[in-house]
C-alpha cells in the first residue's frame, strides 16, 4: 500500500498549479460540463499513466534494486527543481468541438506526455514494482488535485497560493528524493 499512497501523494502534489490543471479549469470555463469533462480526464489519466508504468516496470527489469533507486532519487530531485518552475497557460481548447467527453479525452492525454506526473508515475512504478497500486494511486492524485478545480471553476482558481504550493510540492519530492537516494546506498 506504500506504493499506491505515495504515488497519490507525490501526483496530487504534483498536479497543483500544473498545466493539465489550467487545461481543466479552461475547459471548465469553455464548456461548463463538468461530468464530460471529469470523464475526459479520468479515461486519459488512465492510459497514460497506465503507459509510464508500463515502461517503469519494464525498465526496472534490467536495472539493480540500488541503482534503480538512484535513478528514482535523481528523477524525484528533478522533479523538485521542475515544479518550481510555473507552467505557462496553453491556447484555449477548440469551441466548435460537439463532443467535451473526447476534445476532453486528446487534450488532457496530450497535455500529460512527458509531463511530471507522467515520469513521476514511471520512476514509482519502476521503483515499488507494482503496477496497478502506482497507477491508482497516480490516477486518484491527479483526480484529488482536478476534480476541485472542474467543480469549483473559477473561484477555486483564484484562492489557490499556487507558489506555497508548488514549494510544498517541491519539497515533498525532494524528501522522497532523499528517502530513495539513502534506498540506494544501502543506509534505509
Known sequence: ??????????????????????????????????????????????????????????????????????????????????????????????????????????LFFFAEMGDKTQIATMALAAGYHNLWLVVAGSTLGLLAANTPVVFLGNAFAARLPLKTIRLAAACLFAVLAVVFALRSTGLF
Not at 470555463?29 to 508504468?53: D, E, K
Not at 484555449?92 to 486528446?106: H, I, K, M, Q
Request: overall charge neutral; some cysteine.
Open 1 to 106: 500500500m506504500e506504493a499506491f499512497f505515495v504515488a497519490l501523494s507525490v501526483v496530487a502534489t504534483a498536479e497543483i498549479g500544473d498545466r493539465t490543471q489550467l487545461l481543466a479549469l479552461m475547459l471548465v470555463c469553455c464548456y461548463r460540463q463538468p461530468w464530460p469533462i471529469l470523464g475526459g480526464i479520468v479515461a486519459s489519466t488512465l492510459v497514460n499513466h497506465l503507459a509510464a508504468g508500463v515502461v517503469g516496470i519494464l525498465l526496472a527489469q534490467w536495472l539493480t534494486p540500488r541503482l534503480l533507486d538512484g535513478i528514482v532519487a535523481v528523477s524525484l530531485m528533478g522533479m523538485a527543481g521542475w515544479t518550481l518552475i510555473p507552467d505557462k497557460e496553453g491556447a484555449a481548447p477548440d469551441r466548435t468541438s460537439r463532443n467535451v467527453f473526447f476534445t476532453t479525452l486528446w
